[in-house]
């Protein structure tokens, strides 16, 4: 009984899969803290710069299909 329960302890095969969870589950926590501090102006910024590369990448395959 007792070797069964030191194979138990000393058994690490599941510390992986774990500590990612700890990691993601702490990032999570972070954004969410982060987006709630911020009260919506992060999420404006984001969209803000997102259609600046979208509008950048039209303007260069305007360039690219009128060069051709």
């Known amino acids: ?27 999570a926590i972070l954004v969410a803290v982060v987006f709630s501090i911020t009260q919506g102006a992060l999420s404006a910024a984001i969209s803000k710069a997102f259609s600046a590369v979208v509008s950048q990448l039209n303007a260069l395959s305007s360039a690219a299909g009128s060069a051709s």
């Open 1 to 27: 009984m007792n070797e069964t329960i030191n194979k138990f302890i000393q058994d690490e095969s599941g510390q992986g899969i774990t500590e990612y969870g700890a990691i993601l589950a702490f990032v």
